[in-house]
Protein backbone atom coordinates (compact mmCIF):
# COMPACT_ATOMS: atom_id res chain seq x y z
CA UNK A 1 0.00 0.00 0.00
CA UNK A 2 1.40 3.36 -0.82
CA UNK A 3 2.22 5.26 2.00
CA UNK A 4 0.97 8.70 1.60
CA UNK A 5 4.15 10.81 2.28
CA UNK A 6 2.22 14.61 2.70
CA UNK A 7 3.11 13.87 6.76
CA UNK A 8 7.15 13.50 5.98
CA UNK A 9 8.01 16.24 3.05
CA UNK A 10 6.89 19.59 5.02
CA UNK A 11 5.17 21.04 1.71
CA UNK A 12 4.82 24.85 2.33
CA UNK A 13 0.46 26.23 2.17
CA UNK A 14 -0.39 27.64 -0.53
CA UNK A 15 -0.77 30.77 1.44
CA UNK A 16 2.68 31.36 2.35
CA UNK A 17 3.42 32.31 -1.99
CA UNK A 18 2.39 35.50 -0.76
CA UNK A 19 4.98 35.85 1.56
CA UNK A 20 7.93 35.61 -1.17
CA UNK A 21 8.47 38.82 -2.71
CA UNK A 22 8.93 39.76 1.59
CA UNK A 23 11.91 37.21 1.88
CA UNK A 24 13.58 38.14 -1.35
CA UNK A 25 13.31 41.63 -0.09
CA UNK A 26 14.77 40.67 3.25
CA UNK A 27 17.37 38.90 1.44
CA UNK A 28 18.27 42.04 -0.49
CA UNK A 29 18.04 44.24 2.52
CA UNK A 30 20.69 41.66 4.36
CA UNK A 31 23.28 42.22 1.24
CA UNK A 32 22.28 45.83 1.44
CA UNK A 33 23.15 45.90 5.08
CA UNK A 34 26.42 43.90 4.77
CA UNK A 35 27.64 46.14 1.74
CA UNK A 36 27.01 49.21 4.21
CA UNK A 37 28.91 48.01 7.16
CA UNK A 38 31.95 47.51 4.63
CA UNK A 39 31.97 50.44 2.94
CA UNK A 40 31.21 52.33 6.62
CA UNK A 41 33.84 50.42 7.69
CA UNK A 42 36.62 51.87 5.53
CA UNK A 43 35.28 54.92 5.30
CA UNK A 44 36.97 58.05 6.66
CA UNK A 45 34.16 58.93 8.42
CA UNK A 46 34.40 56.12 11.32
CA UNK A 47 37.83 55.99 11.08
CA UNK A 48 37.73 59.61 11.46
CA UNK A 49 41.33 59.70 9.38
CA UNK A 50 41.10 63.88 7.76
CA UNK A 51 38.80 64.89 10.68
CA UNK A 52 39.90 68.96 10.77
CA UNK A 53 37.41 70.60 13.11
CA UNK A 54 37.55 74.60 12.54
CA UNK A 55 39.63 75.76 15.78
CA UNK A 56 38.56 78.97 17.65
CA UNK A 57 41.77 80.79 16.63
CA UNK A 58 43.28 80.54 12.96
CA UNK A 59 46.36 79.06 14.83
CA UNK A 60 48.80 77.72 11.57
CA UNK A 61 51.47 74.81 12.46
CA UNK A 62 52.29 75.48 8.86
CA UNK A 63 53.61 79.22 9.88
CA UNK A 64 54.61 78.62 13.28
CA UNK A 65 56.70 75.25 12.78
CA UNK A 66 56.85 74.72 8.82
CA UNK A 67 58.13 78.65 8.37
CA UNK A 68 59.07 79.97 11.92
CA UNK A 69 60.76 76.44 12.97
CA UNK A 70 59.20 76.80 16.60
CA UNK A 71 59.82 73.10 17.97
CA UNK A 72 56.96 71.28 18.94
CA UNK A 73 58.45 71.18 22.76
CA UNK A 74 57.90 74.96 23.02
CA UNK A 75 54.14 74.71 23.10
CA UNK A 76 53.80 70.83 24.06
CA UNK A 77 55.85 70.49 26.32
CA UNK A 78 54.82 67.78 28.13
CA UNK A 79 54.90 65.50 25.40
CA UNK A 80 58.23 63.98 26.76
CA UNK A 81 57.11 63.77 30.49
CA UNK A 82 53.38 62.40 30.30
CA UNK A 83 50.98 60.08 28.58
CA UNK A 84 49.09 63.80 27.27
CA UNK A 85 50.99 66.45 25.16
CA UNK A 86 49.16 69.51 26.38
CA UNK A 87 47.64 72.07 24.29
CA UNK A 88 49.47 75.48 24.81
CA UNK A 89 47.90 78.07 27.47
CA UNK A 90 47.13 81.52 26.30
CA UNK A 91 50.39 82.83 28.04
CA UNK A 92 52.45 80.81 25.32
CA UNK A 93 50.85 82.39 22.73
CA UNK A 94 51.32 85.90 24.40
CA UNK A 95 54.50 85.53 24.37
CA UNK A 96 55.70 86.24 21.15
CA UNK A 97 51.81 88.02 20.33
CA UNK A 98 52.23 90.35 23.54
CA UNK A 99 54.27 91.99 20.69
CA UNK A 100 53.50 90.51 17.34
CA UNK A 101 50.70 91.56 15.80
CA UNK A 102 48.57 92.87 18.50
CA UNK A 103 45.99 94.37 16.69
CA UNK A 104 45.91 91.40 14.34
CA UNK A 105 41.85 90.33 13.70
CA UNK A 106 43.01 87.08 14.05
CA UNK A 107 44.44 87.14 17.48
CA UNK A 108 40.63 88.65 19.14
CA UNK A 109 40.30 85.81 20.59
CA UNK A 110 44.21 85.14 22.20
CA UNK A 111 43.83 88.71 23.65
CA UNK A 112 40.22 88.16 24.74
CA UNK A 113 41.27 84.97 26.81
CA UNK A 114 44.06 86.59 27.70
CA UNK A 115 42.32 89.20 29.57
CA UNK A 116 39.99 87.36 30.67
CA UNK A 117 42.08 84.34 31.91
CA UNK A 118 39.26 81.95 30.53
CA UNK A 119 41.29 79.40 28.46
CA UNK A 120 40.85 79.31 24.61
CA UNK A 121 38.12 76.62 23.22
CA UNK A 122 40.38 74.67 21.39
CA UNK A 123 38.71 71.62 19.34
CA UNK A 124 40.06 67.80 20.26
CA UNK A 125 41.56 66.76 17.18
CA UNK A 126 42.50 63.33 18.16
CA UNK A 127 40.64 61.51 20.66
CA UNK A 128 40.78 57.64 21.59
CA UNK A 129 37.66 56.03 23.35
CA UNK A 130 38.18 56.07 27.14
CA UNK A 131 38.46 52.27 27.27
CA UNK A 132 42.06 52.74 25.45
CA UNK A 133 45.49 53.70 27.43
CA UNK A 134 47.78 55.66 25.41
CA UNK A 135 50.92 57.21 27.12
CA UNK A 136 53.03 59.72 24.76
CA UNK A 137 56.10 59.60 26.66
CA UNK A 138 56.59 55.51 25.93
CA UNK A 139 56.74 55.99 22.37
CA UNK A 140 58.45 59.80 22.06
CA UNK A 141 61.64 58.67 24.08
CA UNK A 142 61.79 55.17 22.45
CA UNK A 143 62.21 56.82 19.19
CA UNK A 144 58.88 56.85 17.41
CA UNK A 145 58.76 60.31 15.77
CA UNK A 146 55.67 62.73 16.30
CA UNK A 147 55.28 62.72 12.16
CA UNK A 148 55.16 58.45 12.25
CA UNK A 149 51.60 59.24 13.84
CA UNK A 150 50.49 62.75 13.29
CA UNK A 151 51.86 63.60 9.87
CA UNK A 152 53.53 66.32 8.60
CA UNK A 153 52.15 68.75 10.98
CA UNK A 154 54.79 71.12 10.03
CA UNK A 155 52.62 72.15 6.59
CA UNK A 156 49.12 71.81 7.52
CA UNK A 157 46.97 75.18 8.17
CA UNK A 158 44.44 73.38 9.87
CA UNK A 159 45.43 70.25 12.12
CA UNK A 160 43.64 66.80 10.79
CA UNK A 161 43.88 63.71 11.72
CA UNK A 162 46.49 61.44 9.80
CA UNK A 163 46.60 57.85 10.89
CA UNK A 164 43.18 56.16 11.90
CA UNK A 165 44.08 55.26 15.42
CA UNK A 166 42.24 52.52 14.95
CA UNK A 167 43.54 48.77 17.03
CA UNK A 168 44.90 47.18 13.80
CA UNK A 169 46.73 50.19 13.23
CA UNK A 170 48.52 50.57 16.62
CA UNK A 171 49.37 46.74 16.44
CA UNK A 172 50.44 46.91 12.98
CA UNK A 173 53.80 48.99 14.69
CA UNK A 174 53.65 47.01 17.65
CA UNK A 175 54.16 43.99 15.48
CA UNK A 176 56.98 45.45 13.39
CA UNK A 177 58.30 48.89 15.00
CA UNK A 178 61.51 48.74 12.43
CA UNK A 179 59.42 50.81 9.85
CA UNK A 180 59.16 53.57 12.47
CA UNK A 181 62.74 53.48 14.75
CA UNK A 182 64.48 56.51 14.75
CA UNK A 183 67.25 57.63 16.68
CA UNK A 184 65.71 60.10 19.53
CA UNK A 185 67.29 63.04 18.84
CA UNK A 186 65.22 63.17 15.22
CA UNK A 187 61.37 62.55 17.13
CA UNK A 188 60.82 66.18 16.48
CA UNK A 189 62.54 66.76 13.15
CA UNK A 190 59.55 65.93 10.66
CA UNK A 191 61.64 65.69 7.89
CA UNK A 192 64.07 63.75 8.84
CA UNK A 193 64.95 60.75 6.46
CA UNK A 194 67.92 58.22 7.30
CA UNK A 195 70.97 58.00 5.01
CA UNK A 196 70.69 54.37 5.15
CA UNK A 197 67.45 51.57 5.15
CA UNK A 198 65.14 52.30 7.34
CA UNK A 199 64.60 48.42 8.23
CA UNK A 200 68.14 47.86 8.72
CA UNK A 201 68.20 50.67 10.99
CA UNK A 202 65.22 50.34 12.61
CA UNK A 203 66.59 46.71 13.77
CA UNK A 204 69.49 48.03 15.01
CA UNK A 205 67.62 50.83 17.12
CA UNK A 206 65.03 48.29 18.08
CA UNK A 207 67.92 45.26 19.48
CA UNK A 208 70.41 48.19 20.96
CA UNK A 209 67.46 49.91 22.98
CA UNK A 210 65.69 46.39 23.60
CA UNK A 211 62.80 47.74 21.97
CA UNK A 212 59.91 45.52 22.21
CA UNK A 213 56.26 46.78 22.26
CA UNK A 214 53.90 44.59 23.70
CA UNK A 215 50.86 43.89 21.88
CA UNK A 216 48.60 41.66 24.81
CA UNK A 217 45.53 43.07 25.38
CA UNK A 218 46.15 44.75 28.91
CA UNK A 219 48.92 47.23 27.50
CA UNK A 220 45.78 49.08 26.01
CA UNK A 221 43.12 48.09 28.15
CA UNK A 222 43.63 48.01 31.95
C1 LIG B 1 53.45 77.86 18.86
C2 LIG B 1 52.80 76.75 19.48
C3 LIG B 1 52.81 75.37 18.84
C4 LIG B 1 53.89 74.69 18.31
C5 LIG B 1 55.32 75.13 18.15
C6 LIG B 1 53.39 73.38 17.91
N1 LIG B 1 52.04 73.30 18.18
FE1 LIG B 1 50.85 71.71 17.88
N2 LIG B 1 49.24 72.76 18.55
C7 LIG B 1 49.26 74.07 19.02
C8 LIG B 1 47.91 74.51 19.31
C9 LIG B 1 47.50 75.88 19.82
C10 LIG B 1 47.07 73.42 19.01
C11 LIG B 1 45.53 73.36 19.15
C12 LIG B 1 44.89 73.99 17.95
C13 LIG B 1 44.98 73.14 16.72
O1 LIG B 1 44.61 71.95 16.75
O2 LIG B 1 45.44 73.66 15.69
C14 LIG B 1 47.94 72.34 18.53
C15 LIG B 1 47.48 71.10 18.14
C16 LIG B 1 48.31 70.03 17.77
C17 LIG B 1 47.86 68.69 17.48
C18 LIG B 1 46.42 68.23 17.52
C19 LIG B 1 45.95 68.05 18.95
C20 LIG B 1 44.57 67.48 19.04
O3 LIG B 1 43.64 68.23 19.35
O4 LIG B 1 44.41 66.28 18.79
C21 LIG B 1 48.95 67.95 17.17
C22 LIG B 1 48.98 66.48 16.82
C23 LIG B 1 50.09 68.82 17.24
N3 LIG B 1 49.67 70.09 17.62
C24 LIG B 1 51.38 68.43 16.96
C25 LIG B 1 52.46 69.30 16.92
C26 LIG B 1 53.78 68.90 16.47
C27 LIG B 1 54.17 67.52 16.00
C28 LIG B 1 54.57 70.01 16.58
C29 LIG B 1 56.04 70.15 16.20
C30 LIG B 1 56.39 69.69 14.87
C31 LIG B 1 53.73 71.10 17.07
N4 LIG B 1 52.47 70.63 17.26
C32 LIG B 1 54.16 72.39 17.33
C33 LIG B 1 50.39 74.84 19.20
C34 LIG B 1 51.66 74.50 18.76
C1 LIG C 1 52.62 56.35 18.50
C2 LIG C 1 51.80 57.40 17.94
C3 LIG C 1 52.01 58.82 18.37
C4 LIG C 1 53.19 59.54 18.40
C5 LIG C 1 54.59 59.06 18.09
C6 LIG C 1 52.83 60.88 18.80
N1 LIG C 1 51.48 60.97 19.01
FE1 LIG C 1 50.45 62.62 19.59
N2 LIG C 1 48.74 61.51 19.74
C7 LIG C 1 48.64 60.17 19.42
C8 LIG C 1 47.33 59.69 19.81
C9 LIG C 1 46.83 58.26 19.64
C10 LIG C 1 46.64 60.80 20.38
C11 LIG C 1 45.24 60.80 20.98
C12 LIG C 1 45.38 60.47 22.46
C13 LIG C 1 44.09 60.30 23.21
O1 LIG C 1 43.02 60.53 22.67
O2 LIG C 1 44.16 59.94 24.39
C14 LIG C 1 47.56 61.94 20.30
C15 LIG C 1 47.27 63.22 20.75
C16 LIG C 1 48.13 64.30 20.67
C17 LIG C 1 47.83 65.65 21.09
C18 LIG C 1 46.52 66.10 21.72
C19 LIG C 1 46.62 66.04 23.24
C20 LIG C 1 46.63 64.64 23.77
O3 LIG C 1 47.67 64.19 24.29
O4 LIG C 1 45.60 63.95 23.68
C21 LIG C 1 48.93 66.42 20.85
C22 LIG C 1 49.10 67.90 21.13
C23 LIG C 1 49.95 65.54 20.28
N3 LIG C 1 49.43 64.27 20.18
C24 LIG C 1 51.23 65.96 19.93
C25 LIG C 1 52.27 65.09 19.62
C26 LIG C 1 53.66 65.50 19.44
C27 LIG C 1 54.18 66.90 19.57
C28 LIG C 1 54.36 64.36 19.15
C29 LIG C 1 55.86 64.20 18.93
C30 LIG C 1 56.72 64.64 19.99
C31 LIG C 1 53.42 63.24 19.16
N4 LIG C 1 52.17 63.73 19.44
C32 LIG C 1 53.75 61.93 18.91
C33 LIG C 1 49.61 59.40 18.85
C34 LIG C 1 50.95 59.73 18.75
C1 LIG D 1 57.83 82.45 19.05
C2 LIG D 1 56.85 83.45 18.70
C3 LIG D 1 55.40 83.04 18.50
C4 LIG D 1 54.60 82.30 19.33
C5 LIG D 1 54.98 81.60 20.62
C6 LIG D 1 53.29 82.27 18.71
N1 LIG D 1 53.30 82.99 17.56
FE1 LIG D 1 51.71 83.32 16.33
N2 LIG D 1 52.91 84.32 15.04
C7 LIG D 1 54.24 84.60 15.24
C8 LIG D 1 54.75 85.31 14.08
C9 LIG D 1 56.17 85.80 13.88
C10 LIG D 1 53.66 85.44 13.18
C11 LIG D 1 53.67 86.01 11.79
C12 LIG D 1 53.53 87.48 11.81
C13 LIG D 1 53.63 88.00 10.38
O1 LIG D 1 53.09 87.35 9.47
O2 LIG D 1 54.23 89.04 10.22
C14 LIG D 1 52.52 84.82 13.84
C15 LIG D 1 51.24 84.82 13.29
C16 LIG D 1 50.12 84.34 13.95
C17 LIG D 1 48.77 84.44 13.46
C18 LIG D 1 48.34 85.13 12.17
C19 LIG D 1 48.19 86.60 12.46
C20 LIG D 1 47.83 87.39 11.24
O3 LIG D 1 47.37 88.52 11.42
O4 LIG D 1 47.99 86.90 10.12
C21 LIG D 1 47.94 83.82 14.37
C22 LIG D 1 46.44 83.66 14.29
C23 LIG D 1 48.80 83.32 15.42
N3 LIG D 1 50.11 83.66 15.14
C24 LIG D 1 48.35 82.62 16.52
C25 LIG D 1 49.16 82.14 17.53
C26 LIG D 1 48.69 81.37 18.65
C27 LIG D 1 47.25 80.95 18.89
C28 LIG D 1 49.77 81.07 19.42
C29 LIG D 1 49.82 80.25 20.68
C30 LIG D 1 49.35 78.88 20.56
C31 LIG D 1 50.92 81.67 18.78
N4 LIG D 1 50.52 82.30 17.63
C32 LIG D 1 52.21 81.61 19.27
C33 LIG D 1 54.98 84.27 16.34
C34 LIG D 1 54.56 83.48 17.39
C1 LIG E 1 54.61 53.79 14.86
C2 LIG E 1 54.71 52.76 15.87
C3 LIG E 1 53.70 52.70 16.98
C4 LIG E 1 52.36 53.00 16.92
C5 LIG E 1 51.54 53.47 15.73
C6 LIG E 1 51.83 52.76 18.24
N1 LIG E 1 52.82 52.33 19.08
FE1 LIG E 1 52.62 51.98 21.07
N2 LIG E 1 54.62 51.60 21.21
C7 LIG E 1 55.52 51.62 20.16
C8 LIG E 1 56.86 51.44 20.67
C9 LIG E 1 58.16 51.37 19.84
C10 LIG E 1 56.75 51.30 22.07
C11 LIG E 1 57.89 51.12 23.08
C12 LIG E 1 58.17 49.67 23.36
C13 LIG E 1 59.32 49.49 24.31
O1 LIG E 1 59.64 50.42 25.05
O2 LIG E 1 59.91 48.39 24.30
C14 LIG E 1 55.33 51.41 22.38
C15 LIG E 1 54.81 51.33 23.67
C16 LIG E 1 53.48 51.49 23.98
C17 LIG E 1 52.93 51.45 25.32
C18 LIG E 1 53.75 51.23 26.61
C19 LIG E 1 53.90 49.78 26.82
C20 LIG E 1 54.66 49.49 28.09
O3 LIG E 1 54.03 49.02 29.03
O4 LIG E 1 55.85 49.75 28.10
C21 LIG E 1 51.58 51.63 25.21
C22 LIG E 1 50.58 51.67 26.35
C23 LIG E 1 51.28 51.79 23.82
N3 LIG E 1 52.44 51.70 23.09
C24 LIG E 1 50.01 52.00 23.32
C25 LIG E 1 49.73 52.28 21.98
C26 LIG E 1 48.40 52.56 21.47
C27 LIG E 1 47.12 52.54 22.28
C28 LIG E 1 48.55 52.83 20.14
C29 LIG E 1 47.50 53.20 19.13
C30 LIG E 1 46.57 54.26 19.48
C31 LIG E 1 49.96 52.72 19.84
N4 LIG E 1 50.64 52.37 20.96
C32 LIG E 1 50.50 52.93 18.57
C33 LIG E 1 55.21 51.85 18.83
C34 LIG E 1 53.97 52.27 18.34
C1 LIG F 1 48.55 48.51 21.08
C2 LIG F 1 47.27 48.82 21.68
C3 LIG F 1 46.18 47.76 21.74
C4 LIG F 1 46.30 46.45 22.13
C5 LIG F 1 47.56 45.68 22.50
C6 LIG F 1 44.96 45.91 22.12
N1 LIG F 1 44.06 46.89 21.76
FE1 LIG F 1 42.02 46.68 21.65
N2 LIG F 1 41.85 48.59 20.99
C7 LIG F 1 42.90 49.47 20.82
C8 LIG F 1 42.37 50.70 20.29
C9 LIG F 1 43.19 51.95 19.94
C10 LIG F 1 40.97 50.55 20.16
C11 LIG F 1 39.97 51.59 19.70
C12 LIG F 1 39.68 51.42 18.25
C13 LIG F 1 38.73 52.43 17.70
O1 LIG F 1 38.50 53.47 18.31
O2 LIG F 1 38.24 52.16 16.61
C14 LIG F 1 40.68 49.19 20.62
C15 LIG F 1 39.40 48.65 20.65
C16 LIG F 1 39.10 47.40 21.17
C17 LIG F 1 37.76 46.87 21.29
C18 LIG F 1 36.49 47.58 20.90
C19 LIG F 1 36.23 47.29 19.46
C20 LIG F 1 35.02 48.01 18.94
O3 LIG F 1 34.70 47.75 17.77
O4 LIG F 1 34.46 48.85 19.63
C21 LIG F 1 37.87 45.61 21.82
C22 LIG F 1 36.74 44.64 22.15
C23 LIG F 1 39.30 45.35 22.01
N3 LIG F 1 40.01 46.47 21.61
C24 LIG F 1 39.82 44.18 22.51
C25 LIG F 1 41.17 43.89 22.59
C26 LIG F 1 41.71 42.58 22.97
C27 LIG F 1 40.87 41.37 23.34
C28 LIG F 1 43.07 42.68 22.92
C29 LIG F 1 44.11 41.60 23.17
C30 LIG F 1 44.07 40.48 22.25
C31 LIG F 1 43.37 44.06 22.54
N4 LIG F 1 42.22 44.75 22.34
C32 LIG F 1 44.67 44.58 22.42
C33 LIG F 1 44.23 49.22 21.10
C34 LIG F 1 44.76 48.02 21.52
Not at 59 to 78: M, P
Not at 103 to 115: D, M, P, Q, T
Not at 118 to 125: D, E, K, Y
Request: hydrophobic fraction near 40%; include cysteine; charge should be neutral.
Amino acid sequence: MARDRSDKIFVFPRWTWVLRPGFAAAVAGGLLYAALIVWLGFSPKTTDVGYAPEQPVPYSHALHVGQLGIDCRYCHNTVEQAAHAAVPPTQTCMNCHAMVRKESEKLIGVRASYASGMPIGWIRVHDLPDYVYFDHTAHVRRGIGCVSCHGRIDSMDVVYQFAPLSMGWCLDCHRNPERHLRPVEFVFQLDWVPEEDQLALGRRLGEAGGINPPVDCNTCHR
